[in-house]
């Protein structure tokens, strides 16, 4: 039996980091060429430290575990732009950089001093699922005291304009058509023993297969292919109330249980 | 909960510039034999005509289904291969939890350039948008696991050139904590524009055949290919009567915060994940047989490497194979990780092959000839952009 793990901070965000909302944490200045779903990754893992409260030693020995659904789009894009446009002899080293999925856990990692161990997870939308059991392990194996769980999506505009054209192009991938395409992104600090700041107890975090493809529930949330499961959880953990989460994808079921923690 | 640290590998399997089997890739690396040649044909670039590549030979892949792509392609090669060397079909492992773990880089990514050139160009077709709908379906783990048949989770680890190291060391502690009986893991990368360009324009790839370690080594070469590895509880191997060729003993992971694209220079990080590796694995120095490098032959990941060695496992051989395979991204730690359990089955240690010349900065001189060996442990390690550092111990078939 897996331990239970314990939800000591956590931040969501639909849209995007303004410079001000990040003022409080970081020299803005510092971050001028970071891409934005890093900004957006940043934030939410500030937000979500400061309320687990932990000391600025304990990042030392904290792990990094990222959901990063489709990757680094914007700089993968922006690269195979420089390509197209300049030819590939004046392609951009610097967006090619930036397009591996490390380039994101590159600045969480910087900018919070964090030295545990980091392993990103890319898969659509059963990537926050991949991201929790990474967690899981990093804790039950003491590879680290605790684990910052980070999910941050970006935009596809080719996929998003083919949608606007016809909200059944990619049947049985359909996303709402109408909702104006933005940036997702969620930090969670959790630990596998509870701390005074703790909040949720994860009972079950479990991901399981299925067979069949076209029957998995609309994500309602416009090519942001990870972020579904996020939103949820945050949904319940602002109710504050026991819950079984239970989302179906594109072939798999990500199965959680939690409730909130009363410290005794 | 306590753990055994000592999970088997029941089969493998390699596809890559070197060879088609695990057995020709590492007579490949023995003969520095591989698929070493300028990607025309391959890849749309401008630089095709001075800068080669580790390429699977098109022979390998010339019944290769339309609807794959060669990064599913390679891995599941590899995957039937080490079906192959168990004596058991995947269906045989019906009744059991099995996962699926794949590392790579670039399938996981939005790999789809010539349909983004269309769409920039305006020119997208029906063609494209069946494609399009082939990648939103397709996460690399998930598709192997249907592939197969398997019920069990999946995880497709896109942490660049670590990928394959992370996904083998996921792989046992998804064993070892009981999530599955066995875990189907690897790597498998392509050859695509983007690393192809992306290396080049960032200067760290060489028109020659890359040296690792060597004093005149002058950056990498890329390369492409996959390999598997059913690693099972031993339950499942005694059950199943299930063929032992090796074992992965400890796995450690850990970021360096520093820079996008070079290491620590002390590998502060490397020195980590190899510590938090060997304890786990509980296999003392003096048994280690070798360390298998990372080794690209860049200027700052040798260094970098060499000062870890010398501090964690000083006085052991080093090994680089990415002389003979090419630096093959996701799939590197994996392919690596199959050649150092065969390294250690046949008891031979490669030499490392492009290094020709001692470089004084480093205070390491890397494996020159080949070499029997008699110890049964082995270390291999794997660093990627971003910072991110990944080790496992392996041992050889007869360790338990």
Redesign the interface.
């Known amino acids: ?3 239970k793990l314990y939800i000591n901070g956590f931040s969501c965000l639909t849209g995007d980091a303004q410079p001000a909302e990040l003022a409080a944490f970081v020299e803005v200045r510092s971050l001028r060429r970071a891409e934005q779903i890093s900004k957006n990754a940043l934030l939410c893992a500030y937000r979500a430290l400061a309320q687990a409260k932990l000391d600025k030693t304990d990042h030392a020995n904290m792990g ?1 575990s990222m959901a ?1 659904g ?2 680094a ?1 914007a700089s ?2 922006k ?3 420089s ?2 446009e300049d ?3 004046l ?3 610097t967006a ?8 994101v ?2 600045m969480l ?2 900018f ?13 939308d ?1 990537s926050l ?2 991201a929790f ?2 967690a899981q ?1 990093f804790l ?2 003491n ?1 680290c005291s605790h684990v910052l769980v980070v999910l941050t999506e970006d935009i ?1 505009p ?2 998003i ?2 949608i606007q054209k016809d909200s059944k ?2 049947d049985p ?1 359909i996303y709402q058509p109408q909702a104006p395409a933005m940036r997702l992104s969620g930090a969670l600090v959790i630990s596998a023993e509870p701390t005074q700041v703790t909040q949720f107890v994860l009972d079950k975090v ?4 299925i ?1 069949d ?1 076209t029957t998995h529930s609309q994500p309602q949330l416009p090519i942001c ?1 990870c972020a579904h499961g996020l939103l949820l959880l945050e949904k319940y953990l602002k109710e504050n109330a026991v819950f079984s989460m239970q989302e179906q994808f ?3 079921i990500l199965h959680i249980e939690g409730k909130p923690y009363v410290l005794l | 909960m306590t753990f055994s640290n000592q999970v088997p590998v029941a089969g493998m399997g390699c596809l890559c510039a070197c060879g088609n089997t695990v057995a020709n890739a590492f007579n490949g690396v023995l003969n520095a034999d591989a698929h070493f040649v300028l990607p025309t044909g391959r890849v749309t670039s401008t630089y095709t005509n001075k800068y080669p590549v580790f390429l699977v030979p098109p022979r390998e892949y010339k019944d290769k289904p339309a609807d794959m792509t060669f990064s599913q392609f390679f891995f599941i090669e590899a995957a039937k291969q080490a079906f192959a060397q168990t004596g058991i079909s995947p269906q045989q492992l019906d009744s059991k939890r099995v996962g699926v773990i794949i590392g790579a880089s670039v399938h996981p990514s939005f790999h789809c350039f010539p349909i983004y050139r269309h769409w920039k160009e305006g020119k997208l077709s029906t063609q494209d948008i069946a494609e399009l709908k082939k990648y939103l379906a397709t996460p690399l783990a998930q598709w192997v696991s249907n592939y197969f048949h398997f019920e069990g989770p999946f995880q497709t680890v896109v942490t660049a050139c670590a990928s394959g190291t992370d996904a083998i060391g996921l792989a046992k502690n998804w064993i070892e904590t009981g999530l599955c009986d066995a875990v189907l893991c690897g790597g498998t990368d392509e050859i695509t524009e983007s690393p192809y360009d992306g290396f080049i324009r960032l200067l760290v790839s060489t028109p020659q055949r890359c040296r690792p370690f060597c004093k005149t080594r002058q950056g990498i070469n890329i390369g492409e290919g996959a390999a598997a590895l059913l690693l099972t509880n031993q339950k499942t191997a005694q059950q199943l009567k299930l063929p032992c060729q090796g074992y992965v003993l400890g796995y450690g992971n850990a970021c360096d915060g520093f820079h996008p694209t070079a290491p620590d220079p002390q590998g502060i990080g490397l020195q980590k994940a190899l510590s938090f590796a060997l304890k786990e694995s509980g296999v003392q120095l003096q048994d280690i047989a070798f360390i298998n490098a990372h080794g690209t032959a860049s200027q700052a990941n040798d260094s970098a490497e060499s000062i870890a060695f010398n501090t964690i496992l000083p006085h052991i051989p080093v090994w680089g194979s990415k002389g003979a395979t090419g630096h093959t991204l996701g799939a590197a730690g994996a392919i690596e990780a199959v050649l150092s359990l065969q390294a250690l089955n046949k008891r031979l240690l490669p030499a490392t092959v492009g290094f020709t010349t001692p470089d004084e900065k480093l205070k390491l001189i890397p494996t020159i000839q080949h070499t029997a060996i008699e110890k049964r442990y082995a270390v291999s390690d794997s660093l990627a952009f971003g910072g991110c550092n990944a080790a496992i111990v392996l041992g050889a078939s007869d360790v338990a």
């Not at chain 1, 919070?112 to 659509?124: A, D, E, W």
């Not at chain 1, 479990?206 to 297969?209: H, V």
């Open positions: 039996m897996l331990p990094i990063i489709a990757g789009l993968t894009l690269f195979m732009d390509i197209i030819g590939d002899e392609s951009s080293p090619f950089a930036s397009s591996v999925h490390n380039s856990s590159l990692s910087m919070l001093h964090i030295k545990g161990p980091c392993v990103i997870t890319g898969q659509m059963a699922a991949g059991l990474t392990q039950v194996r590879m596809n080719l996929l304009e083919q192009v990619f991938f479990q991901l399981s297969r067979d493809v292919s594109s072939g798999s």
